[in-house]
């Protein structure tokens, strides 16, 4: 089979799996919606403050306003307070939604895995079967807590902010946005390493809870054949994997974090040296400076976390899929 009918294939197969993860979404639709609904209002409130902002600075206090400059603060704060509130909302209903779903999820895997028939506990390490009931179900909780919603989020607040700032000066948005090539390439890169190192993670994690759990069990058998140090060697081996593939996720974000960083910098330096341009020559306004710049970092936020982001979703879709391979096993 070739290569490219296995990545057709495979994306099949991750639309199918994650189709059926949102099958157990149904019991809590209302929970769902609602997370949904502060999300997307998260992502339009948002442009507002640096908005609300520049027109203070621009109406009330270049043209010094006291009284109208003491009502913009109250109106920015109870912004500020509705903000925080909509972000408490969603992080909770996000999160709660998933630790509902790996409840259930949970209970209908114990239930199938009680009812199997002895063969396949035979052909099948127990420490794999706990890594699938505790660990990987763990994993599914972040689609819904760290994946698809605050991905939409994330998303539609960044082109919420890119319309806003090309509608207000298209050429500053211009110059704000040259970094960003660099950057789209950087999180692919990221994307790529963090992904392969996560799987690399998933699978030695399955290895350690199987070798472990098999080898505490059948603890007579190991001491009577002698076979402490032959066992300690092989347990090493599978634990040195394990702390390499960690290692080099790691790696992966201690040099993605700070090229988006300098490259937000960059954005931020051409900003002030363009829109300091302006000011001097009276095309742009203070108050549209600093707007921008508050634009600039709000806009590269959800940029750095997206690629960990679709990460932490790929991951999940993948323990689903290991966990549904299990609860799919006819051998009651």
């Known amino acids: 089979m070739s290569e490219k009918k296995k990545n057709i294939i495979g994306k099949a197969i991750d639309f199918a799996v994650f189709k059926r993860i949102f099958t157990y979404v149904k019991p809590y639709r209302n ?20 908005f609300l902002i520049q027109y203070t600075f621009d109406n009330f ?11 913009m603060t109250l109106i920015l ?6 903000e925080a509130v909509m972000q408490f909302a969603d992080s909770f209903l996000t999160n709660r939604l998933g630790q509902y779903i790996i409840r ?19 052909n099948t390490p127990i420490g794999t079967l706990v ?18 919603i605050v991905i939409i989020g994330d998303l539609l607040k960044v082109s919420v902010i890119l319309c806003v700032m ?5 050429k500053l948005s211009c110059i704000v946005l040259i970094p960003i090539p660099i950057l789209l390439i950087a999180t692919y890169i990221f994307k790529k390493s963090v992904q392969s190192s996560f799987q690399d993670v998933r699978t030695q994690v399955a290895r ?3 070798f472990v759990q098999e080898h505490i069990t059948g603890i007579n058998i190991v001491q009577i054949f002698n076979r402490e140090k032959a066992e300690m060697k092989n347990f090493e081996s599978i634990n040195v994997k394990h702390r390499d593939a960690n290692i080099r996720s790691i790696m992966a974000y201690s040099i993605f974090f700070p090229v988006v960083e300098i490259l937000s910098s960059s954005s931020l330096g051409l900003l002030i040296w363009w829109g300091g341009k302006g000011v001097l020559q009276n095309t ?23 690629a960990d982001r679709f990460n932490t979703l790929q991951m999940g879709v993948v323990s689903s899929n290991r966990v549904f391979n299990v609860l799919d096993t006819n051998e009651s």
């Open 77 to 82: 704060v109870a912004l500020l307070l509705l």
């Open 131 to 148: 890594t699938r009931a505790v660990s990987d179900i763990e994993v599914i909780a972040d689609i819904f807590s760290e994946g698809l």
């Open 61 to 71: 206090v270049a043209k010094p306003n006291a009284s109208m400059l003491f009502t």
């Open 104 to 122: 259930d999820l949970r209970i209908q895997l114990y239930k199938h895995v009680i009812n199997l028939r002895l063969k396949y506990y035979d």
């Open 31 to 50: 929970n769902f919606g609602w997370a949904v609904f502060t999300t997307i209002t998260l992502a339009f409130l948002s442009p507002l403050r640096p």
């Open 284 to 306: 742009t306004s203070i108050g549209q400076l600093v707007e921008f710049i508050m634009f600039t970092n709000m806009m590269f936020r959800p940029i750095r976390q997206l």
């Open 166 to 170: 090309f509608f207000i000066n298209f």
């Open 208 to 210: 350690l809870n199987a």
